[in-house]
């Protein structure tokens, strides 16, 4: 998305925000394997996890797909994919860091709302 103004620094700073909690959600999806009985199975579950991740989030949620999701459709999205991270925090005992992750997706998201970076 083309924008016409430049970017103030808070504006920047929830871009990188957004940015870190889509590499720590690729995290939770990952950790997502660790519920498999095998450890053949987590390392391919694992790899699966993330391949889902990157392919869903690049059809439809990154700002240059062409089959990117319009809103209010894309919030949900995003809130869904960091919902199943969150869960993979969880499932790994990471319940600490599941609830600093949850609250800052939801600051995030409301910042991107509030600068309209959807």
């Known amino acids: ?8 620094r808070y ?6 925000l ?3 909690l889509e590499l720590v959600a690729l995290a939770g999806f ?3 394997a660790t519920l498999l009985p095998d450890s053949w199975l987590r390392l391919v579950g694992g790899a699966v996890a993330v391949a889902a991740f990157v392919g869903l989030w690049a059809v439809f ?6 089959r990117r999701l319009k809103m209010p459709m894309l919030m949900w999205f995003k809130i869904g994919m960091f919902a199943v991270a969150t869960v993979g925090l969880v499932a790994s005992g990471l319940w600490f860091w599941a609830g ?12 991107m709302g509030y600068f309209r970076h959807w």
């Open 1 to 8: 998305m083309a924008h016409s103004r430049p970017r103030s």
């Open 11 to 16: 504006e920047m700073a929830n871009l990188a």
């Open 18 to 20: 957004a940015f870190l």
């Open 30 to 32: 990952a950790l997502l």
């Open 61 to 66: 949620a990154a700002p240059r797909s062409k």
């Open 100 to 111: 600093v992750f949850a609250v800052l997706v939801a600051v995030n998201l409301m910042l």
